[in-house]
Protein backbone atom coordinates (compact mmCIF):
# COMPACT_ATOMS: atom_id res chain seq x y z
CA UNK A 1 0.00 0.00 0.00
CA UNK A 2 1.35 3.52 -0.70
CA UNK A 3 2.08 5.58 2.35
CA UNK A 4 -0.13 8.82 2.33
CA UNK A 5 3.57 10.88 3.29
CA UNK A 6 6.65 9.66 3.70
CA UNK A 7 9.42 11.95 4.02
CA UNK A 8 13.90 10.83 3.78
CA UNK A 9 16.17 12.62 5.23
CA UNK A 10 14.41 15.97 4.67
CA UNK A 11 16.25 18.71 5.47
CA UNK A 12 14.64 22.42 4.68
CA UNK A 13 16.62 25.42 5.36
CA UNK A 14 15.53 29.11 4.84
CA UNK A 15 18.29 31.19 4.41
CA UNK A 16 21.78 29.60 6.88
CA UNK A 17 18.93 28.34 9.34
CA UNK A 18 17.86 25.12 9.53
CA UNK A 19 13.91 24.02 9.67
CA UNK A 20 13.63 20.97 9.38
CA UNK A 21 16.91 18.75 9.96
CA UNK A 22 17.37 15.24 8.32
CA UNK A 23 13.17 14.15 9.12
CA UNK A 24 12.63 10.92 7.97
CA UNK A 25 9.13 9.04 8.72
CA UNK A 26 6.51 7.03 6.87
CA UNK A 27 2.80 7.58 7.60
CA UNK A 28 0.21 4.72 6.65
CA UNK A 29 -2.91 6.12 4.79
CA UNK A 30 -6.57 6.08 7.06
CA UNK A 31 -5.19 8.00 9.63
CA UNK A 32 -5.62 10.98 11.76
CA UNK A 33 -2.50 12.65 12.21
CA UNK A 34 -1.93 15.23 14.58
CA UNK A 35 1.26 17.58 13.99
CA UNK A 36 2.55 18.61 17.40
CA UNK A 37 5.35 20.54 18.01
CA UNK A 38 6.50 24.09 19.73
CA UNK A 39 6.24 27.41 17.52
CA UNK A 40 8.50 27.31 15.17
CA UNK A 41 9.53 23.75 15.22
CA UNK A 42 8.53 23.79 11.33
CA UNK A 43 5.33 22.38 11.68
CA UNK A 44 4.14 24.28 8.63
CA UNK A 45 7.41 24.00 6.71
CA UNK A 46 6.53 20.09 6.79
CA UNK A 47 3.58 21.13 4.80
CA UNK A 48 4.40 23.26 2.65
CA UNK A 49 7.46 20.87 1.85
CA UNK A 50 5.19 18.14 1.01
CA UNK A 51 2.93 20.55 -1.23
CA UNK A 52 6.04 21.74 -3.36
CA UNK A 53 5.73 24.84 -2.05
CA UNK A 54 9.19 25.03 -0.23
CA UNK A 55 12.15 23.21 -1.57
CA UNK A 56 14.03 20.74 0.76
CA UNK A 57 17.72 21.66 0.74
CA UNK A 58 18.18 17.94 0.31
CA UNK A 59 16.34 14.17 0.77
CA UNK A 60 12.92 14.28 -0.22
CA UNK A 61 9.44 13.87 0.52
CA UNK A 62 6.58 12.16 -1.46
CA UNK A 63 2.72 12.12 -0.99
CA UNK A 64 1.25 8.79 -1.81
CA UNK A 65 4.87 7.55 -3.64
CA UNK A 66 4.83 10.52 -5.70
CA UNK A 67 6.13 14.19 -5.81
CA UNK A 68 3.69 16.71 -5.04
CA UNK A 69 3.26 18.38 -8.05
CA UNK A 70 2.07 14.82 -9.79
CA UNK A 71 -0.67 14.47 -6.85
CA UNK A 72 -1.98 18.02 -6.75
CA UNK A 73 -5.48 17.13 -7.26
CA UNK A 74 -5.68 14.08 -4.64
CA UNK A 75 -4.60 16.67 -2.04
CA UNK A 76 -6.89 19.53 -0.27
CA UNK A 77 -4.81 22.10 1.61
CA UNK A 78 -6.20 24.20 4.31
CA UNK A 79 -3.95 26.74 4.97
CA UNK A 80 -3.51 29.32 8.40
CA UNK A 81 -6.47 31.45 8.38
CA UNK A 82 -4.36 34.26 9.05
CA UNK A 83 -2.29 33.68 5.55
CA UNK A 84 -5.30 34.79 4.04
CA UNK A 85 -6.48 38.08 2.48
CA UNK A 86 -10.37 37.86 3.49
CA UNK A 87 -10.65 41.36 2.38
CA UNK A 88 -10.73 39.76 -1.05
CA UNK A 89 -14.24 40.43 -2.74
CA UNK A 90 -15.37 36.87 -3.54
CA UNK A 91 -18.10 34.72 -2.05
CA UNK A 92 -18.74 32.15 -0.13
CA UNK A 93 -19.64 30.07 -2.48
CA UNK A 94 -17.05 30.80 -4.85
CA UNK A 95 -14.56 29.95 -2.39
CA UNK A 96 -15.68 26.78 -2.40
CA UNK A 97 -15.97 26.33 -5.86
CA UNK A 98 -12.32 26.99 -6.02
CA UNK A 99 -11.95 23.58 -4.61
CA UNK A 100 -13.44 22.18 -8.26
CA UNK A 101 -10.91 23.84 -10.59
CA UNK A 102 -8.34 21.39 -9.83
CA UNK A 103 -10.37 19.11 -11.63
CA UNK A 104 -11.37 21.12 -14.41
CA UNK A 105 -8.21 21.14 -16.23
CA UNK A 106 -6.87 24.25 -18.27
CA UNK A 107 -10.57 25.47 -20.46
CA UNK A 108 -12.82 22.99 -17.89
CA UNK A 109 -16.08 25.07 -16.95
CA UNK A 110 -17.96 24.28 -14.18
CA UNK A 111 -20.96 22.28 -14.28
CA UNK A 112 -23.68 21.87 -12.46
CA UNK A 113 -22.67 19.23 -10.55
CA UNK A 114 -19.64 21.33 -9.38
CA UNK A 115 -22.44 23.94 -7.94
CA UNK A 116 -24.59 21.16 -6.73
CA UNK A 117 -21.20 19.53 -4.30
CA UNK A 118 -20.10 23.42 -3.53
CA UNK A 119 -23.92 23.80 -1.70
CA UNK A 120 -23.78 20.49 -0.64
CA UNK A 121 -20.50 21.13 1.52
CA UNK A 122 -21.67 24.50 2.52
CA UNK A 123 -24.33 22.82 4.00
CA UNK A 124 -22.77 19.94 5.41
CA UNK A 125 -20.56 22.79 7.21
CA UNK A 126 -23.20 24.55 8.42
CA UNK A 127 -22.70 27.63 5.89
CA UNK A 128 -25.59 27.34 3.26
CA UNK A 129 -27.39 30.40 5.12
CA UNK A 130 -24.40 32.42 4.06
CA UNK A 131 -23.41 31.25 0.59
CA UNK A 132 -23.71 34.68 -1.15
CA UNK A 133 -21.81 36.58 1.71
CA UNK A 134 -19.00 38.01 0.65
CA UNK A 135 -16.23 36.31 2.69
CA UNK A 136 -14.85 39.80 4.39
CA UNK A 137 -18.18 39.69 6.87
CA UNK A 138 -17.64 36.07 7.98
CA UNK A 139 -16.75 35.24 11.59
CA UNK A 140 -13.50 33.30 12.63
CA UNK A 141 -15.05 30.11 13.01
CA UNK A 142 -17.19 30.91 9.66
CA UNK A 143 -14.24 31.37 7.85
CA UNK A 144 -12.65 27.94 9.07
CA UNK A 145 -16.19 26.14 8.09
CA UNK A 146 -15.44 27.54 4.42
CA UNK A 147 -11.65 26.31 4.36
CA UNK A 148 -13.47 22.74 5.30
CA UNK A 149 -15.97 23.17 2.56
CA UNK A 150 -13.48 23.81 -0.40
CA UNK A 151 -11.45 20.76 1.32
CA UNK A 152 -14.50 18.36 1.08
CA UNK A 153 -15.31 19.49 -2.67
CA UNK A 154 -11.98 18.78 -3.77
CA UNK A 155 -12.89 14.97 -3.04
CA UNK A 156 -9.39 14.70 -1.93
CA UNK A 157 -7.56 11.16 -0.52
CA UNK A 158 -5.26 13.64 1.70
CA UNK A 159 -6.04 16.92 3.72
CA UNK A 160 -3.37 19.00 5.38
CA UNK A 161 -4.92 21.53 7.46
CA UNK A 162 -2.88 24.24 9.03
CA UNK A 163 -3.80 25.06 12.56
CA UNK A 164 -7.61 25.12 11.81
CA UNK A 165 -8.77 25.46 15.26
CA UNK A 166 -6.51 28.87 15.73
CA UNK A 167 -9.40 31.82 16.46
CA UNK A 168 -12.48 29.16 16.41
CA UNK A 169 -14.79 28.65 18.56
CA UNK A 170 -15.42 25.61 20.58
CA UNK A 171 -18.70 24.68 19.00
CA UNK A 172 -17.16 24.86 15.73
CA UNK A 173 -13.99 23.12 16.24
CA UNK A 174 -16.02 19.94 17.52
CA UNK A 175 -17.73 19.85 14.20
CA UNK A 176 -15.11 20.16 12.48
CA UNK A 177 -13.46 17.39 14.17
CA UNK A 178 -16.74 15.17 13.54
CA UNK A 179 -17.17 16.23 9.83
CA UNK A 180 -12.81 15.26 9.41
CA UNK A 181 -13.52 12.12 11.32
CA UNK A 182 -15.97 10.57 9.03
CA UNK A 183 -13.31 11.43 6.11
CA UNK A 184 -10.93 9.42 8.01
CA UNK A 185 -13.67 6.67 8.03
CA UNK A 186 -14.35 6.69 4.44
CA UNK A 187 -10.61 6.04 4.15
CA UNK A 188 -9.01 9.38 4.13
CA UNK A 189 -5.96 10.79 5.25
CA UNK A 190 -5.82 13.32 7.70
CA UNK A 191 -2.87 15.61 8.89
CA UNK A 192 -3.50 18.53 11.24
CA UNK A 193 -1.01 21.09 12.67
CA UNK A 194 -2.47 21.09 16.68
CA UNK A 195 -1.47 23.57 19.08
CA UNK A 196 -3.47 22.21 22.25
CA UNK A 197 -1.81 19.87 23.74
CA UNK A 198 -4.76 18.81 26.38
CA UNK A 199 -7.25 17.21 23.44
CA UNK A 200 -4.29 15.85 21.33
CA UNK A 201 -5.39 12.68 22.68
CA UNK A 202 -9.78 12.71 22.06
CA UNK A 203 -8.87 14.13 18.72
CA UNK A 204 -5.70 11.94 16.77
CA UNK A 205 -5.17 8.12 16.41
CA UNK A 206 -1.40 8.86 14.92
CA UNK A 207 1.16 11.78 16.38
CA UNK A 208 4.13 13.69 14.53
CA UNK A 209 6.04 14.88 17.02
CA UNK A 210 8.56 17.89 15.68
CA UNK A 211 11.25 20.02 16.92
CA UNK A 212 13.49 20.53 13.85
CA UNK A 213 14.10 17.42 14.03
CA UNK A 214 11.46 14.60 14.27
CA UNK A 215 11.07 13.61 17.63
CA UNK A 216 8.70 10.62 16.97
CA UNK A 217 5.90 9.55 14.33
CA UNK A 218 4.14 6.82 15.17
CA UNK A 219 0.43 5.68 16.97
CA UNK A 220 -0.70 7.87 19.51
CA UNK A 221 0.15 5.46 22.44
CA UNK A 222 3.53 4.73 21.22
CA UNK A 223 4.25 8.64 20.75
CA UNK A 224 2.43 10.75 22.72
CA UNK A 225 4.28 9.79 25.96
CA UNK A 226 5.49 12.48 28.40
CA UNK A 227 9.34 11.67 27.21
CA UNK A 228 8.86 12.51 24.07
CA UNK A 229 6.80 16.13 24.84
CA UNK A 230 9.53 16.94 26.91
CA UNK A 231 11.99 16.58 24.36
CA UNK A 232 9.95 18.29 22.06
CA UNK A 233 8.83 21.16 24.15
CA UNK A 234 11.41 21.78 27.02
CA UNK A 235 10.42 20.70 30.45
CA UNK A 236 9.45 24.29 31.75
CA UNK A 237 7.32 25.14 28.21
CA UNK A 238 6.04 21.76 28.85
CA UNK A 239 5.13 22.54 32.85
CA UNK A 240 3.73 25.95 32.06
CA UNK A 241 1.27 24.39 29.51
CA UNK A 242 -0.08 22.15 32.10
CA UNK A 243 -0.38 24.25 34.32
CA UNK A 244 -2.13 26.95 32.43
CA UNK A 245 -4.55 24.26 31.39
CA UNK A 246 -5.18 23.28 34.85
CA UNK A 247 -6.23 26.56 35.59
CA UNK A 248 -8.45 27.63 32.66
CA UNK A 249 -9.89 23.82 33.64
CA UNK A 250 -10.66 24.96 37.36
CA UNK A 251 -12.16 28.49 35.80
CA UNK A 252 -14.77 26.86 33.80
CA UNK A 253 -15.55 24.55 36.57
CA UNK A 254 -16.29 27.73 38.45
CA UNK A 255 -17.97 29.53 35.98
P1 LIG B 1 5.60 26.20 13.04
O1 LIG B 1 4.51 25.96 12.01
O2 LIG B 1 6.01 24.96 13.73
O3 LIG B 1 5.28 27.31 14.01
P2 LIG B 1 7.06 27.23 10.75
O4 LIG B 1 7.26 26.09 9.83
O5 LIG B 1 5.98 28.22 10.43
O6 LIG B 1 6.91 26.69 12.25
O7 LIG B 1 8.41 28.07 10.85
C1 LIG B 1 9.63 27.48 11.26
C2 LIG B 1 10.69 28.57 11.33
O8 LIG B 1 10.94 29.06 10.03
C3 LIG B 1 10.28 29.77 12.18
O9 LIG B 1 11.39 30.19 12.90
C4 LIG B 1 9.86 30.78 11.16
O10 LIG B 1 10.09 32.09 11.64
C5 LIG B 1 10.77 30.46 9.99
N1 LIG B 1 10.15 30.78 8.69
C6 LIG B 1 8.94 30.38 8.26
N2 LIG B 1 8.71 30.82 7.01
C7 LIG B 1 9.80 31.50 6.62
C8 LIG B 1 10.21 32.19 5.43
N3 LIG B 1 9.38 32.24 4.36
N4 LIG B 1 11.40 32.78 5.42
C9 LIG B 1 12.24 32.72 6.47
N5 LIG B 1 11.95 32.08 7.64
C10 LIG B 1 10.75 31.48 7.71
Known amino acids: MKYAIE ?24 KLVGIIGPNGAGKSTLLKAALGLVKPLSGKISILDLPAKEVKTKVAYVPQRKSVDWDFPITAKEVVLMGRYGRLGLFGRLRKADRVAALEALELVGMAPFAHRQISQ ?10 IARALVQNADIFLLDEPFAGVDLATEKEIMAILRRQKEAGKTIFIVHHDLPSVEEYFDWVLLLNTRLLGCGPLKEVFSRENLCRAFGKSQLLFDEAAALSAKSVSGIL
Open 7 to 30: AKNLNVNYGKTSILWDVTFRVPQG
Open 138 to 147: LSGGQQQRLF
